[in-house]
C-alpha cells in the first residue's frame, strides 16, 4: 500500500492532465488489497472475496427465449407490434450463489431474464415495440447526481436503444428520452410510447439495452439489455451455414462482481470522491456471465456451430481464443456479414461490438474446450487476466456423437459497396481526451473538448460520406460507436510527441491549427484487419493514434434512409465504454436533408 502511494507521488507529475494507466491500476490493486484485507479483518461479511469460492463450469449454458418481431398470415410474413418490459426480479447467476436483484426484459415479470429474449425480425418488416418501465421508485444502486443524470421526481428513468439499427430519429433511444414507470415522468426529447423499427437492412446481429443519461452503466449493469437478430432467408439460405437453433447460438458476454448475498457489487466510492462520490473510470467484474450464467458449459456434438459473440460489459475488452488452438472462423462484424470469411486464431471484442463465428468441433482433438481471454484491462495498458477473468466458458463435446452435419462455410458472403475519400465531402476531426485531478484519476473525458449539451457541431447532410479522423489522446483505447449510420475504417496512424500536442490541442482546442499530421510523419497508416475491413457501427480507437473511418450518411447501399432521419431529436456518437459515456464522453450530431 506504502509503495502504491509512493509510486502515485513519483509518477505524477505537475501539470500533467492526461491519466496514465499505471497510476490507475496501482489503484485498482490497491483497491483489491484493501478489499481482501477488509473481507479478512470480518468487516465486510456479506461480500465475497473476489468469486474464489465460485466453482467454474458447473451451469449449462441457457438458450434465452425469443420473441418474433413479425407474425405469418396466409402465408405471409407481416408487420407486428409487441410489448416489452423492464422489471425488477432475482436471478440465478450461478449454482451456489443466491438469487440476485436484477432488472430484466421479458413479456412479463415472470418469464424477464437476464440477458433479455432474443427478437427476431425480417428484413424488410416492420417491428414496433412497446417498451414498459415497470421498475420501482428507488435504484438498486447507489446514484451519482454529480454526474449529468435524469432526474425525475420519482422512479428509474430508462430508455432503450436498438444497437446497430437503421432507427428513425424517435425510435432511436436518445439519452434524453427517458421515461419511468407507466410514462409517469418523461425526459425532454421523448416522442412516443412505441418504437418504430424498419428493419430495412441487411441480415446481421443487433442488440437493445437502456441509454438513459448519466445512467446507462447502472442500468446495463442490472440487466437491462438483449439480443435482437434480423433475418432474410433469401440471402442466408445460400450461404448454408449452421441454422438450426441447436446449432446457432447467441453468446452474450459480460462481467461482474458479487456480495456474499448474491447482490451485483459496485464499489459506491468513487476515484474522486469529493468530485464525483461514486462514478468511476471503468467497472471490472472477475465473474464472467455468458447468457445469464457465470462460466457456463455447452454440451456439443462434432459438427459445425455459429456463435454470435455479444460483448455487453461496462468496460472489459475481450481476447478470445479456443484453449486447444481450433480457430474462429469469422462471419460477421457488428452487425454486418462480412465480405468472405476470415480465419482467426484469436478475436479482440470491445465493449458492445458483435463478433459472429462459426467454430468446426470436428476438427478438435480434445473433447473439452475452454474459451478463454487474455485481454488486460483496462485496455491496453492494464493489468493480465488471472484464472477468473481469463476465463469465459467451456465446450463439452459429446465423445460418441455421430452427427451428419450438412452445413458449410461459403467462400463469399455478402458483397461490399466501398467508400473511398474521393467521395469526401467533408473531413472532420475528433479528439477523444480526458481530464484527471491533481491525483491522476480522471475527472471526466470529452469528445472535441465539448461536453454533451453543448450546441451541435457535427451536422452532415444526407446522403453524403464524410471523412472523421479520430484523435485519441488519452491512454485508453475507447469503442466508438456511431448510432444509425455505419462507417468503414480508413487506417489507423500513430502520434508521436503526444506532450507537445496535448499542449497544444489544450490551448486551441483546433487539430488543425495544431497540425496534427506533423505528430504521425514518423509512422506509416496501417489498415484495419480483414475481420474489421467491412462495413461497422462501433471501432476500437488506439491511444495516441490518428484513426480514419469513412461515415455514409445513407442505408449501406447508398439509397435514402425510409423515414425522416432529420427529425428531432437527432443522433449522438459516444465512447461505448459505459462510464465514459454516462460521464460527458458523448456528442450529438444531426443530419440535415
Request: glycine share 4%.
Given at each position: 500500500m506504502l509503495c502504491c502511494a509512493q509510486r502515485i507521488h513519483e509518477e505524477l507529475m505537475p501539470g500533467t492532465m492526461t491519466c496514465k494507466n499505471s497510476i490507475r491500476i496501482c489503484c485498482i490493486r490497491l483497491w483489491i488489497y484493501l478489499f481482501h484485507l477488509d473481507f479478512t479483518q470480518g468487516q465486510k461479511e456479506s461480500v465475497v472475496p473476489l468469486p474464489e469460492s465460485l466453482q467454474q463450469f458447473v451451469d449449462e449454458l441457457p438458450m434465452m427465449p425469443t420473441i418474433q418481431g413479425y407474425v405469418t398470415r396466409l402465408g405471409k410474413i407481416q408487420p407486428h407490434e409487441i410489448t416489452v418490459g423492464m422489471y425488477a426480479k432475482k436471478w440465478k447467476f450461478h449454482r451456489d450463489l443466491p438469487p440476485t436483484p436484477v432488472y430484466a426484459f421479458g413479456t412479463t415479470a415472470k418469464a424477464a431474464c437476464v440477458p433479455g429474449p432474443t427478437i427476431e425480425a425480417i428484413s424488410g418488416v416492420d417491428t414496433f415495440i412497446?417498451?414498459?418501465?415497470?421498475?420501482?421508485?428507488?435504484?438498486?444502486?447507489?446514484?451519482?447526481?454529480?454526474?449529468?443524470?435524469?432526474?425525475?421526481?420519482?422512479?428509474?428513468?430508462?430508455?432503450?436503444?436498438?444497437?446497430?439499427?437503421?432507427?428513425?430519429?424517435?425510435?432511436?433511444?436518445?439519452?434524453?428520452?427517458?421515461?419511468?414507470?407507466?410514462?409517469?415522468?418523461?425526459?425532454?426529447?421523448?416522442?412516443?410510447?412505441?418504437?418504430?423499427?424498419?428493419?430495412?437492412?441487411?441480415?446481421?446481429?443487433?442488440?437493445y439495452h437502456d441509454h438513459a443519461?448519466?445512467?446507462?452503466?447502472?442500468?446495463?449493469?442490472?440487466?437491462?439489455?438483449?439480443?435482437?437478430?434480423?433475418?432474410?432467408?433469401?440471402?442466408?439460405?445460400?450461404f448454408n451455414l449452421p441454422m438450426k437453433m441447436e446449432y446457432d447460438r447467441h453468446l452474450v458476454v459480460m462481467d461482474r462482481n458479487f456480495n456474499r448475498d448474491g447482490s451485483i457489487f459496485i464499489n459506491s466510492t468513487g476515484d474522486n470522491p469529493s468530485i464525483h462520490p461514486e462514478w468511476q473510470p471503468e467497472y471490472f467484474g472477475d465473474v464472467i456471465i455468458v447468457n445469464g450464467k457465470a462460466?457456463?458449459?455447452?454440451?456439443?456434438?462434432?459438427?459445425?456451430?455459429?456463435?454470435?459473440?455479444?460483448?455487453?460489459?461496462?468496460?472489459?475488452?475481450?481476447?478470445?481464443?479456443?484453449?486447444?488452438?481450433?480457430?474462429?472462423?469469422?462471419?460477421?462484424?457488428?452487425?454486418?456479414?462480412?465480405?468472405?470469411?476470415?480465419?482467426?486464431?484469436?478475436?479482440?471484442?470491445?465493449?458492445?461490438?458483435?463478433?459472429?463465428?462459426?467454430?468446426?468441433?470436428?476438427?478438435?482433438?480434445?473433447?473439452?474446450?475452454?474459451?478463454?481471454?487474455?485481454?488486460?484491462?483496462?485496455?491496453?495498458?492494464?493489468?493480465?487476466?488471472?484464472?477468473?477473468?481469463?476465463?469465459?466458458?467451456?465446450?463439452?463435446?459429446?465423445?460418441?456423437?455421430?452427427?451428419?452435419?450438412?452445413?458449410?462455410?461459403?467462400?463469399?458472403?455478402?458483397p461490399i459497396r466501398r467508400l473511398h475519400k474521393n467521395m469526401t465531402v467533408k473531413t472532420r476531426y475528433i479528439t477523444m481526451y480526458e481530464y484527471d485531478s491533481n491525483t491522476g484519476n480522471p475527472t471526466h473525458l470529452l469528445l472535441n473538448f465539448l461536453p454533451f449539451t453543448s450546441p451541435t457541431t457535427e451536422t452532415p447532410k444526407q446522403g453524403t460520406t464524410e471523412l472523421w479522423y479520430i484523435i485519441n489522446l488519452t491512454d485508453d483505447n475507447?469503442?466508438?460507436?456511431?448510432?444509425?449510420?455505419?462507417?468503414?475504417?480508413?487506417?489507423?496512424?500513430?502520434?508521436?510527441?503526444?506532450?507537445?500536442?496535448?499542449?497544444?490541442?489544450?490551448?486551441?482546442?483546433?487539430?488543425?491549427?495544431?497540425?496534427?499530421?506533423?505528430?504521425?510523419?514518423?509512422?506509416?497508416?496501417?489498415?484495419?484487419?480483414?475481420?474489421?475491413?467491412?462495413?461497422?457501427?462501433?471501432?476500437?480507437?488506439?491511444?495516441?493514434?490518428?484513426?480514419?473511418?469513412?461515415?455514409?450518411?445513407?442505408?449501406?447501399?447508398?439509397?435514402?434512409?425510409?423515414?425522416?432521419?432529420?427529425?428531432?431529436?437527432?443522433?449522438?456518437?459516444?465512447?461505448?465504454i459505459l462510464d465514459h459515456e454516462d460521464n460527458e464522453m458523448m456528442r450529438p450530431f444531426k443530419i440535415l436533408p
Open positions: 412497446k417498451w414498459e418501465n415497470h421498475l420501482p421508485s428507488t435504484h438498486l444502486f447507489k446514484i451519482d447526481h454529480t454526474l449529468k443524470i435524469a432526474m425525475p421526481r420519482s422512479g428509474i428513468p430508462t430508455v432503450v436503444h436498438l444497437h446497430g439499427g437503421l432507427n428513425e430519429p424517435e425510435s432511436d433511444g436518445h439519452s434524453h428520452s427517458w421515461f419511468t414507470s407507466n410514462f409517469n415522468e418523461k425526459g425532454p426529447t421523448w416522442k412516443k410510447e412505441v418504437y418504430h423499427y424498419h428493419n430495412k437492412k441487411d441480415p446481421g446481429n443487433l442488440w443519461i448519466g445512467l446507462t452503466r447502472l442500468n446495463i449493469l442490472a440487466g437491462l439489455l438483449g439480443a435482437y437478430v434480423i433475418r432474410k432467408p433469401s440471402i442466408e439460405r445460400s462460466w457456463p458449459y455447452l454440451n456439443l456434438s462434432r459438427s459445425k456451430y455459429r456463435f454470435r459473440i455479444i460483448n455487453a460489459s461496462n468496460a472489459r475488452f475481450f481476447r478470445l481464443a479456443l484453449s486447444n488452438g481450433l480457430p474462429f472462423i469469422q462471419i460477421g462484424s457488428d452487425s454486418f456479414y462480412l465480405e468472405k470469411p476470415v480465419v482467426m486464431k484469436e478475436i479482440l471484442v470491445a465493449p458492445s461490438e458483435i463478433a459472429d463465428v462459426v467454430i468446426d468441433f470436428s476438427m478438435s482433438h480434445t473433447d473439452q474446450i475452454v474459451l478463454t481471454n487474455s485481454a488486460v484491462y483496462p485496455f491496453p495498458g492494464g493489468d493480465p487476466v488471472n484464472h477468473l477473468n481469463g476465463q469465459v466458458m467451456k465446450f463439452v463435446l459429446d465423445k460418441n456423437s455421430d452427427t451428419h452435419d450438412h452445413s458449410s462455410i461459403p467462400r463469399d458472403l455478402i475507447h469503442p466508438l460507436h456511431l448510432h444509425l449510420v455505419a462507417f468503414q475504417v480508413v487506417s489507423q496512424q500513430a502520434l508521436n510527441d503526444t506532450d507537445d500536442l496535448v499542449n497544444c490541442m489544450l490551448k486551441l482546442k483546433d487539430a488543425e491549427k495544431c497540425d496534427v499530421w506533423k505528430y504521425a510523419t514518423k509512422n506509416k497508416p496501417t489498415h484495419p484487419p480483414a475481420n474489421e475491413a467491412g462495413w461497422k457501427n462501433v471501432y476500437k480507437v488506439k491511444p495516441s493514434y490518428v484513426t480514419a473511418i469513412l461515415s455514409r450518411f445513407s442505408q449501406v447501399d447508398m439509397s435514402t434512409f425510409p423515414f425522416n432521419a432529420s427529425a428531432e431529436p437527432g443522433y449522438v456518437y459516444h465512447c461505448h
